[in-house]
């Protein structure tokens, strides 16, 4: 189908663009009253994550309600790991749980390889749900975790401060490290594969955890993996962001990726100086900038574009929006970038 906006499209492949497009990281979540509304009306993230009608019924309620460039499918990256036999729960306050992790190299034999279509059908029913009710309005982002970020999460079985099992690992069992590495991988190559055959219009690769590596493990135990990723999938437009890992930008720009994200901590000129002019770079006001008042919130998001001015941008928080963000902050944020010139 035709997309009636394209932009999210054209500025990651580089293309002249009327205006830069704009979408927000975890746009699809609590910042919206309707989307507790929903939430509530089941037992909590999980059944709504695998309700196909009601995860793309979330998927487009910042499109209405926010009127972004773009949709991000309701999902999360730790599908990867249940896919690949290692279950999650989410909780209230604590965030993701795993009962179960990855401790010891015998554990490898408790793991598969995710086919990403069969075992995770619900995304791929809920990426097609959502391109029919979009109608073709703005494109699809599919998604999925970088491996090291899922590595992380299936070794320490949560978020954590220190992250100190899973770097342990990469210290005492490197091979083991690169084997389990692999498989997440090989899984979200043939996952992201699938979103894509289901209607997904360009992906995004999320490392969360890239900044807790020293550059020489980043470079060895995730970037690694990311490049793989990004070879292989070749048919939509790819975004890399990897939080965090300012110390790495010179060789991000060498993958086979069209945009990079960065963050809030990443300065706008000296990252395309690192990353050169031959990519698109996506980002990156702090997400803190939308607790200020609206004329603040504008003249930070002004800012942020004077600096980007003149070069390939998708517009874009540097993290995820905040859950206790006020969702007409958000609106002044997007409004800002669209009447930008
Ligand atoms: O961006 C979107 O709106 C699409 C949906 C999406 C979710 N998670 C839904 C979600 C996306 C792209 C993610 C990615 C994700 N999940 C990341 C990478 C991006 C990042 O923020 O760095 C990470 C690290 C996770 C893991 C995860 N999922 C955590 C740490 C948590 C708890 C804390 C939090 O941010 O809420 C989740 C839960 C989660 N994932 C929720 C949503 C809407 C909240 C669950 C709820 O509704 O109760």
Known sequence: MQLKNDLLLRAAKGEPVERTPVWLMRQAGRILPEYRAVRESV?????????????????????DILDVDAAIIFSDILVIPEAMGLPYEMQEKRGPWFPETVKTPADLKKLRIADGVDDLHYVMEAIRITKKALDGRVPLIGFAGAPWTIFAYMVEGSGSKTFSKSRAMLYTEPEFSHQLLQMITDSTINYLKGQIQAGADLVQIFDSWAGILPPDHYREFSLRYISQICEAITEVPKTVFAKGAFFARKEMAA???ETIGLDWNMGIAESREMIGPNKTLQ????????????????????????QFRGSRHIANLGHGVYPDIDPEKVKVFIQTVKEYR
């Open 43 to 63: 037992s909590g993230f999980i059944e709504l994550a695998q309700t196909p009608e009601l995860a793309a019924e979330v998927t487009i309620q910042p499109v």
């Open 255 to 257: 993958l086979a990726c």
């Open 283 to 306: 980002g990156n006001l702090d997400p803190a900038a939308l607790y200020g008042d609206a004329r603040q919130v504008e003249a930070a998001t002004r800012a942020m574009m004077d």
